[in-house]
């Protein structure tokens, strides 16, 4: 049975995660097969492994998987296998990087007449999105009803609510910035933060469906314009879908390229370490490479208006 099986797997696996033939798959496993992800918990179907396998090979076309070993058991056995293939599609929400990842894992599994019934796994699709640096942020990808528990005690906070809580926050309003092929992007983000001084770190957040999100993605730095109170007429470009926001704006470019707006209050140039998924949006954080400050005052922005930061009075 031990040959048999070895034989069965390898010759499966390889007509499924190779070749997209996911067919193949229902001659080594039960009708009622089912899959668990050890960490998440998360189960899946024969059907929903199927189209998480095609999905798959649509980003990583060239895919490829070898079987390690197979230890079989009475009615246990275990399959350690490598795989490798080149990062050439959207996956996960996150551009191709044309990156080659290498990633492995185990299969626990149960047999029933020889056939899989059930298999424990330790990998599941997001450990390509890890082989390629990229993580994802657990808790932002939590199931609904594990939420912050707001006003009704429902367990999810209403959206509305939410909406109103974010109005409430004051900020200061940045401009992100990179070059694709020598040709300057941005957009006006106002979710931007410093996380330490020592060594210097800031972070931005910036959501996938942007049109400068994938060039961000794919850069290896970035800038990021703090606006004046003089640029109220900047930021409704980069707020703006126009092909090319940069048209009338006079910026410079950073130690490593990335475009710092002229007139900005403050200015920073910043490599890009970590970019964490976080369902509709990414997180990059970044180590400054170069900072400029100018005596002009920020622009100060709550609840969807502008404010000059002059005017504010002191407490």
């Known amino acids: 049975m031990q040959q048999t099986f070895d034989t069965a797997v390898a010759s499966v696996w390889a007509a499924a995660w190779d070749r997209g033939e996911v067919e193949a798959l229902e001659a080594l496993v039960t009708p009622d097969y089912l899959r668990v992800g050890k960490a998440s918990g998360k189960t899946l179907s024969l059907q929903q492994l199927q189209a998480e396998i095609l999905g798959i090979r649509e980003a990583f076309p060239d895919l490829a998987t070898i079987v390690d070993a197979v230890v079989v058991d009475g009615d246990k056995a275990a399959i350690f296998w490598t795989s490798t293939g080149t990062h050439t599609a959207p996956f996960m929400g996150v551009p191709p990087t044309g990156r080659r990842v290498q990633t492995r894992g185990s299969n626990f599994v149960t047999l029933d007449g020889g056939r899989i019934k059930q298999e424990t796994v330790t990998w599941d699709s997001s450990e390509l999105l890890n082989s390629l640096g990229i993580r994802h942020l657990g808790d932002a990808l939590a199931e609904p009803g594990t939420g912050v528990v707001v006003d009704s005690l429902s367990g999810e906070p209403d959206l509305e609510i939410m909406k109103t809580f974010n109005r409430q926050f004051v900020t200061g309003v940045t401009v992100v910035t990179t070059q694709e092929g020598g040709v300057p992007k941005g957009l006006a983000v106002n979710a931007y933060a410093s996380v330490s001084l020592e ?9 996938k469906t942007s049109s400068t999100y994938p ?5 290896s730095h970035l800038g990021i314009n703090i606006l004046s109170n003089q640029q109220k007429s900047t930021v409704a470009t980069f707020a703006s879908k126009s092909a090319d926001k940069f048209a009338e704006i006079d910026w410079h470019a950073g130690p490593s390229g990335s475009p710092l707006i002229d007139g900005s209050s403050a200015a920073l140039e910043a490599e890009i370490r970590e970019r964490f998924q976080a369902k509709t949006h990414t997180i990059f ?31």
């Open 199 to 207: 060594p210097p770190l800031v972070m931005v957040c910036i959501q």
């Open 215 to 219: 060039a961000l993605f794919a850069s």
């Open 285 to 315: 954080i970044c180590r400054v490479r170069h900072a400029e400050v100018s005596e002009a005052s920020p622009m100060v922005y709550q609840a969807g208006r502008f404010f000059d930061s002059e005017g504010l009075s002191q407490l």
